[in-house]
């Protein structure tokens, strides 16, 4: 199915469009800004793009600075018809033009057009350099590529396992959108980001009045996903009461919003994703059995950057055209920093990589990119490489510890630039140093 990205600022005008997409057979995401657009063309490239000129903070035509990589045609929406303001878009790669109130004979053929144009494109499946937003061509990945699109097309639960960055979530969007559910939501839920006290709430939905502040009825994450995808990443850190409802709902299909006993059907597909070994945190009392071997139908594990070789010079040059064409320049790698970029470990694997290539771009006083501008959140050059010894035979768990505390150390025990180098989220973080603090461990200190 092909994926349609509408941005106006207008809700009224984005949930139109979007019901016109939806009927003509496109998964759609809505954005009401260019901040917002640019995070969901990372989470799901489309192949059409409706794009108000006149938005909040920046105009609707700075898209374009960010679509480098995104084969995807752009229509230009705008209230205020001009013809300086139609030449321009055209010059910077726009498809059409519309002028507000859209003309829907118009549009409708633009939609079928491009629809038509993805029917006959080739199918998301392995093509030697990457899949959907995911980049590489190591064997390790290549038979990941190979993994999604087999278990793609099916209804099986999928539970994706890796280190954190190493692209999970892209992984999760790339079985929806290879899926027989891609015209529909894939949702997607961050386990271990939202307080245990309002899990039960964001996953179920609550009836209005339920409990002090609900002042309105609230559709949870499994009421969104019905007919299509939801995604529960870190699963792990789900609380062990809750484990037990999800285990209901995917034994049965149906749950009850909070306030109400009143049961919902409910159809979705479930990928779920931990960064934890899952078979250890069942025995650490982290994650029910049953629950641990219902979800398990389908292991799929995202190998580590450390491990994919040449995949770290190709995501960073990746990473790299996306700044330059965003910021209209040239800049390259030094030779000493693509030494060191090849020679690091990157504990925070992916997205680390893509945290280190996006500060490296603005530090850069230069058109190189030198290997000391990270400094201090990790050594990339130098006598010191930041390397951390584990024992041979210590568990997963004592070595993700070791890393941990290592990198806060390395950041000066500032919990947010850690979270960042580790590319895992400061809340994550913060569960992994409560649980280190309460087992006697000492922990870094600003």
């Not at 949930?15 to 990372?42: M, W």
């Not at 013809?83 to 118009?106: F, H, I």
């Not at 000493?336 to 850069?364: D, S």
């Not at 584990?390 to 993700?400: I, Q």
Request: glycine share 8%; hydrophobic share 40%; charged share 25%.
């Amino acid at each position: 199915m092909p994926h349609l990205l509408i941005v106006d600022d207008d809700q009224a005008i984005r949930e139109l469009l979007g019901e016109i997409g939806r009927h003509s057979g496109y998964s759609v995401s809505l954005a009401a800004s260019v901040e917002d657009a640019v995070r969901e063309l990372e989470r799901q490239p489309p192949q059409l793009v409706l794009t108000d000129v006149r938005l909040p903070g920046a105009s609707g035509l700075d898209i374009f600075r960010f679509m480098a990589g995104v084969r995807a045609e752009v229509v230009v929406i705008t209230g205020y018809g001009s013809m300086d303001t139609a030449v321009e878009a055209l010059r910077r790669g726009a498809s059409d033009y519309l002028v507000k109130p859209v003309e829907m004979e118009r549009l409708q053929h633009i939609l079928d057009r491009v629809s038509a144009n993805s029917r006959h494109a080739p199918a998301a499946a392995p093509d030697g350099s990457g899949m959907g937003a995911m980049r590489g061509t190591c064997p390790s990945m290549q038979q990941v590529y190979t993994q999604i699109a087999r278990v793609a097309p099916t209804q099986a639960t999928v539970l994706l396992v890796g280190e954190s960055g190493t692209g999970k979530e892209l992984a999760a969007q790339a079985i929806h959108a290879s899926s027989l559910r891609s015209h529909r939501a894939l949702i997607a839920v961050n386990c271990g980001a939202i307080s245990p006290n309002l899990i039960e709430s964001e996953l179920f939905g609550h009836e209005r009045g339920s409990f002090t502040g609900a002042d309105r009825l609230h559709r949870g994450y499994f009421e969104r996903a019905d007919g299509g995808t939801l995604f529960l990443d870190e699963v792990t850190e789900m609380p062990l009461a809750l484990q037990v409802k999800l285990l209901r709902v995917l034994e049965t299909g149906q749950f009850m919003r909070v306030g109400t006993t009143r049961e919902i059907a409910c159809d979705f597909r479930l990928i779920a994703a931990t960064n934890r070994n899952p078979e250890q945190a069942v025995q650490e009392g982290r994650l029910r059995e049953d629950l641990y071997y219902r979800l398990n139908v389908f292991p799929l594990e995202l190998p580590p950057l450390r491990e994919r070789g040449p995949d770290v010079l190709l995501l960073a040059e990746h990473f790299l055209e996306r700044e330059n064409a965003a910021a209209g320049t040239r800049k390259t790698f030094s030779a000493a920093a693509r030494e060191a970029i090849a020679a690091y470990g990157w504990p925070g694997n992916v997205r680390e990589l893509k945290n280190y290539v996006r500060r490296a771009f603005i530090m850069a006083e230069n058109d190189q990119l030198q290997a000391d501008v990270l400094q201090p959140q990790a050594c990339l050059s130098g006598a010191d490489p930041g390397q951390v010894s584990v024992p041979v035979g210590a568990s997963l768990a004592e070595a993700e510890r070791h890393v941990i505390l290592a990198t806060l150390a390395r950041c000066n025990g500032v919990r947010k630039q850690a979270a960042a180098v580790l590319g895992i989220s400061p809340k994550t973080l913060y569960n992994r140093l409560e649980e280190y603090a309460s087992a006697g461990h000492e922990l870094p200190t600003e």
